[in-house]
């Protein structure tokens, strides 16, 4: 765990490495006006924007994640509550599809055998000469309910937002994204019981971030590339077929 930690500090400090690198330099020289200061700074800056970035991103994988204890499953911070984690929601894909487990029926068999064991161990120990066991109540604090209500909400209307923004018709790029995305999903949708789709995302969850963390120098690397190639093809699309989609000029129409 702590070997993980120092590889992960260490993986994630190499482009700043690489400013300390710059600024120690810089700082080694006789000079240490302002003007030098100024040379340090823009030399770093460079430095950190020359960097690429998978997606554009400049924070570390962790606080892509959101941070807290998510994104520390996440990125396998505790082995064993990942573990833990993946475990049981692979025990309730075998269950539901698998096995064909139905959750009403799953829920009525688990409740059916706690109360049977309460109701027994109640009467047993009656029988022994000893006080019943206490029975903790259950209550869902409300200001968790409204968290988790609140949350759904702002992201339901920031998808709402983004969905509005792709509809307008100011980026064509983004459009034809977002298009195959949802033709893909849809693809999947027909191949795969939402269950199915759901357990695949999430074990994806569980093994992409980490292993693109383990390995970002050359993801980003691979993924500058290919955004390169892409950008390319797309300039050939636009200069052959977009271009020469008929466009009418708009013209405000008066109406008396």
Not at 1 to 24: F, N, Q, R, V
Not at 26 to 47: E, R
Not at 53 to 73: N, Q, S, T, Y
Request: aromatic share 10%; hydrophobic share 45%; net charge positive.
């Amino acid at each position: 765990m702590a070997d993980h930690d120092g590889e992960h500090e260490k993986h994630e400090s190499a482009p700043e490495s690489i400013i300390d690198k710059i600024t120690d330099k810089f700082h080694g020289s006789d000079s240490s006006s302002d003007s030098d200061d100024d040379k340090i700074k823009s030399a770093a800056a460079a430095v950190k924007a020359k960097i690429y970035r998978l997606f554009g991103r400049e924070k570390p994988v962790h606080k892509v994640l959101g941070g807290g204890k998510p994104a520390d499953i996440f990125l396998w911070r505790d082995k064993k509550v990942s573990a833990g984690v993946l475990g049981v929601a692979t025990a309730i894909w075998v269950l539901f599809e698998l096995l064909e487990y139905h959750l009403l029926t799953l829920v009525c068999h688990v409740v059916i055998l706690g109360l049977a064991i309460l109701f027994l161990w109640s009467n047993a120990c009656t029988f022994i000469h000893k006080s019943p066991p206490k029975i903790p109540q259950v209550i869902l604090p409300e200001d968790i309910v409204l968290g988790v209500a609140s949350a759904l909400r702002i992201e339901a209307n920031r998808a709402f937002a983004i969905l509005r923004d792709i509809a307008s018709g100011k980026d064509l790029k983004r459009f034809l994204v977002v298009i195959a995305g949802l033709w893909v999903l849809s693809i999947l949708g027909s191949c795969l019981n939402f269950l199915t789709l759901f357990y695949i995302c999430f074990v994806l969850l569980h093994t992409v971030p980490v292993l693109y963390e383990k390995y970002e120098d050359k993801v980003d690397a691979f993924a500058e590339k290919a955004e390169a190639e892409l950008k390319k093809q797309y300039a050939v699309f636009n200069a052959k077929v977009l271009s020469k989609i008929p466009k009418g000029p708009l013209k405000d129409k008066k109406f008396a």
